[in-house]
């Protein structure tokens, strides 16, 4: 055993060397800062070159230059743990979610500690956090087993959606590449029951199950080449990063989602074709039944057409005789009866 004197000395040694270490060049850029204080580090997100974020379990996020020593700026927002990050590129803004059951959004180009917004009180603890719909949505996995859904042109106020369906918390939530066609709207969850799924969103599907932690709960997700590859990474507290690829899972998805698409389309001409038949039938049978009604047209016509008029026999009278033939003109037929009373 050290004796106690030694090790004071040894202690004393170490604080005399350390402003030469502050001055040597190999070590000018490397500072340390350890204070009894300051609670453990949750999360770390590196969103720009020279931004550096960091949440600690008593719910402060500090913002960090790597060219300077101390953190460039604070906030104090939330009462419990960090839980995530989530980057937003086209806004420059840090989105953050909370064990307090609350995400907050800060504009990091504004020197203000306070958030560009703070939602409600969700009640329920918020683990993890990811974008779709080419990030006009947001999905926030809960404790519940709930996902969350925040549409960002109604703002940051309340979730406007909440799907079910996670017997556990989703602790763990990642975007597919953008190679997929259904990378919109479908994202990998990663639950404390140890199962890592492909989840569908607008409509809600369970694809599938890609992984197994067995009874360990999943704490992180990542794919390759920035998001954009073929192979996926998850660990959880079974201290073992499984690596599975996706395209021995999704395109059989797509495969199958071609085959529905073509069926469909295939259903569509047939639909479109019978239609069509049908169409020129009546259309046939529409022309017969104008051939029958320009005939009855023809004969209505026919009989609404004024008749000649007859010429009335004119009635014989008494007083006139009968004409005479043809020559005899002035000279009629008398009944001898006539005379006989003159």
């Not at 004071?8 to 350890?34: G, M």
């Not at 009989?303 to 008029?309: E, I």
Request: aromatic share 4%; hydrophobic share 30%; charged share 30%.
């Amino acid at each position: 055993m050290v004796p106690r004197s030694t090790r004071w000395e040894r202690i004393n040694l170490f604080i005399s060397l350390t402003p030469a270490l502050d001055a040597c060049p190999r070590h000018a850029k490397v500072h340390t800062t350890c204070s009894p204080c300051s609670a453990p580090i949750n999360r770390v997100m590196h969103p720009t070159s020279h931004l550096l974020a960091t949440g600690d379990d008593d719910g402060v996020i500090k913002l960090w230059d790597p060219r300077k020593k101390d953190a460039i700026r604070a906030y104090t927002q939330h009462f419990d743990f960090i839980s995530d990050f989530m980057w937003l590129q086209d806004k420059r803004q840090l989105v953050a979610t909370s064990g307090d059951g609350t995400l907050s959004v800060m504009d990091v180009r504004s020197k203000k500690p306070e958030p560009f917004a703070h939602s409600e009180d969700q009640e329920d603890e918020l683990l993890s956090i990811v974008p779709f719909k080419g990030g006009t949505k947001v999905a926030v996995g809960t404790q519940l087993g709930i996902i969350s859904i925040f549409n960002r042109t109604k703002g940051w106020g309340d979730c406007v959606d909440r799907i079910p369906g996670h017997p556990h918390s989703v602790d763990a939530l990642c975007a597919l590449p953008c190679s997929y066609p259904s990378s919109s709207n479908t994202i990998l969850t990663g639950s404390s029951d140890g199962l890592l799924r492909v989840i569908e969103l607008l409509p809600t599907r369970l694809v599938g199950v890609i992984a197994d932690h067995g009874d360990f709960p999943i704490e992180r997700i990542a794919i390759d080449r920035g998001g954009e590859g073929r192979w996926i990474g998850s660990v959880g507290h079974d201290e073992v990063l499984r690596m599975t690829d996706l395209r021995e899972v999704l395109e059989d998805e797509d495969a199958r989602a071609e085959a529905e698409a073509e069926d469909e389309d295939g259903e569509k001409k047939d639909a479109s074709d019978s239609e069509t038949k049908s169409g020129a039938a009546e259309k046939d049978r529409g022309g017969d039944g104008d051939l029958e009604k320009a005939d009855e047209k023809t004969s209505g016509d026919e009989s609404d057409a004024p008749k000649p008029r007859k010429r009335r026999k004119k009635e014989k009278s008494d007083l006139k005789g009968k004409p005479s033939k043809r020559g005899r003109r002035n000279q009629v037929d008398v009944d001898p009866s006539f005379f006989s009373g003159l």
